[in-house]
């Protein structure tokens, strides 16, 4: 087995960071990815822009561990005071885009395959996939791999969670809604108001709470986001459309709570996706009392990330802070990465035993 891994990491991170990697444009960062592991003497595949590998002794007679986590990352916001593609160090802190969410995690999970790339006899096998388009949860990320990989019986997901195990991640269901109503003339009564019709719909999405509540991820959230209607001061609208962004605990599944809300509502829905369903596992998951057993923490997060789109048990957790994910000027310290990776092989060497 390799040793060592942290500088490594660490020179790759920094080369992820100072390569743009948009959603859906990652083709040179997938070609980084992919010439490290070669120059580490994996043998990789590469569907599109996901590079995945097995370990160098995969035995399809055994279970399968699958090590993921994406390369891509969200533009740069405005509030951005230093240059987000340039890798800066600076008291302990490496700065630049993909830093944090999830850089850190990827070269983390990268080092832990490498390290038992080369090991005999484990309990599991390893694949790794390192993949796309995770940040707009795209066609063409982990959902376009999946069907490529060998059977996976647990996942582990590489995502800012302070080295805490996620053991539930809430879903997520966008909901696009027009209220329907007749146009005319301000000046005149009109009792189908588009606008009016759509704040009742949206004052029962305030106020009503689904009854079943999670201990990891507390209540169902409904929230809306965006509103549009009308074009000038004296017509009113026929039609007033607005966004419902839904967060999900593991109670429920999105078709059930769509059909409540179409249910209570009297404007026109249209889910934009079923598939981002909350995904949970439990405590007594082997992996989950590895981690438990080095004293690691649980808990539920509230973000969403691939783990929704992986149709296995998985966990979510990697070095470096949630919190920081798509804000100005991010982050990851150093001695976060170099304590995960540390992590990572600590426990697999528990699980693989």
Not at 99 to 120: I, K, M, P, T
Not at 291 to 296: E, F, P, T, V, Y
Not at 318 to 336: I, K, Q, V
Request: aromatic letters at 8%; proline letters at 4%.
């Amino acid at each position: 087995m390799k040793a060592n891994h942290y500088p490594k990491a660490l020179d790759l991170l920094q080369a992820l960071i100072e390569t743009p990697s948009f959603s859906d444009e990652e083709e040179v960062t997938a070609s980084l990815i992919e010439a490290w592991l070669t120059e580490e003497g994996i043998k990789t595949n590469r569907l599109r822009n996901n590079i995945w590998a097995v370990n160098k002794h995969f035995n399809a007679s055994k279970p399968s561990v699958l090590l993921n986590s994406h390369h891509d990352t969200v533009k740069p916001n405005k509030g951005y005071s230093i240059d987000p593609f340039k890798a800066k160090i600076e008291n302990g802190k490496l700065y630049g885009l993909g830093s944090n969410d999830a850089g850190g995690c990827l070269v983390a999970l990268l080092a832990l395959f490498n390290h038992y790339y080369s090991a005999e006899n484990l309990s599991h096998n390893l694949i790794l996939a390192a993949t796309a388009e995770e940040e707009n949860s795209g066609p063409n990320g982990i959902t376009v791999l999946l069907p490529h990989l060998p059977e996976i019986s647990f996942a582990l997901v590489g995502e800012p969670t302070q080295m805490k195990m996620a053991i539930a991640e809430k879903g997520l269901m966008v909901i696009d809604a027009v209220a329907k109503g007749v146009s005319g003339h301000a000046a005149h009564e009109n009792t189908e108001n588009a606008i009016y019709k759509a704040m009742q719909d949206i004052q029962w999405i305030e106020h009503f709470q689904f009854p079943l509540e999670s201990d990891l991820l507390g209540m169902v959230k409904m929230t809306v986001t965006q509103i549009q209607a009308g074009e000038q001061h004296n017509v009113v609208p026929a039609d007033c459309h607005f966004v419902i962004d839904v967060r999900v605990n593991e109670c429920y599944q999105n078709k059930a709570l769509f059909a409540v809300i179409d249910q209570h509502t009297n404007s026109e829905l249209k889910a934009r996706s079923f598939r981002l369903n909350s995904s949970s596992i439990g405590r007594q998951h082997a992996f989950v009392k590895c981690g438990l057993s080095l004293g690691l923490s649980t808990y539920g997060s509230p973000t969403l990330s691939d783990q929704a789109l992986i149709n296995c048990p998985s966990l979510k957790m990697g070095p470096g802070n949630s919190s920081r994910s798509h804000g100005a000027d991010e982050f990851l310290e150093l001695n976060e990465l170099e304590e995960g990776i540390n992590t990572y092989i600590k426990l697999f060497e528990n699980f693989l035993k």
